[in-house]
Every structure is written in C-alpha cells, then in structure tokens.
C-alpha cells in the first residue's frame, strides 16, 4: 500500500517556475515507477511525466518536453516535477499516481493516488 501526498502548487505569472513534489508513504516505495497527471477544469485528466523505480528511464509528454522534469529521491520517498516556462494552458490539479504493475502510462493504469495540487498560471 503507498499513500500520496501532493504539495507545491499555486498561482504563477506565465513564464513562471514552480516544483511539485509527492511525499509517499509505504516501505516498497523504491520499487515504484511513479507518474505525474494533471486535469484542467472540463477536461480528462491527462499524463504529463513519469520515472521509473531506479529514475534510470524518464517519460515526458509533448506538451511539456523542454520545459518540465520529473525527478525523485528514494531516500526521501519523493517525487518532483520541477515546471519552467509555465503557460496558461498549464493550469490544472495535478496529482502524482502509482502502478502495482505497470501496463501503461495512463490513468486507468494508475492504483494509487494522491490528492492533487492545484496549479494556477496565470496570462
């Protein structure tokens, strides 16, 4: 069983940075890949990056390669995504999200999930 918690997000001028992070809980969260997924207001929530177990394999979708990075640190049990160069379209709840075994990197493929953050850019 791993436990979610989202943190980091806010209101931010177009251009702007901001870092999430996913505080897990659960001893088996190194063996883990973990996924960050946002929805915007009327929208389906969508994948936005995802790291493997070892962080050795990073994925990005296109919307967002160039300008945001997943990260994480086993030893803290965290997951990052650092965001620059935010845009207003980047506005939504952002939720980190974790497979027991992973099929795709999609929400239906997800069993575990935090809360969300939400991040607010504004024009």
């Known amino acids: 069983q791993v436990q979610l918690v989202e943190s980091g997000g806010g209101l931010v001028q177009a251009g702007g940075s901001l870092r999430l992070s996913c505080a897990a809980s659960?001893?088996?969260?190194?063996?883990?890949?973990m996924g960050w997924f946002r929805q915007a207001p009327g929208k389906e929530r969508e994948f936005v990056a995802a790291?493997?177990?070892?962080?050795?394999?990073?994925y990005h979708a296109d919307s967002v390669k160039g300008r945001f990075t997943i990260s994480r640190d086993n030893s803290k049990n965290t997951v990052y995504l650092q965001m620059n160069s935010l845009k207003p379209e980047d506005t939504a709840v952002y939720y980190c999200?974790?497979?027991?075994?992973?099929?795709?990197?999609?929400?239906?493929?997800?069993?575990?999930w935090g809360k969300g953050t939400l991040v607010t850019v504004s024009s």
């Open positions: 999200a974790a497979p027991i075994f992973y099929t795709a990197w999609a929400p239906s493929g997800m069993d575990y």
């Open positions: 659960g001893r088996t969260f190194s063996t883990y890949g």
């Open positions: 790291i493997s177990w070892s962080a050795g394999n990073t």
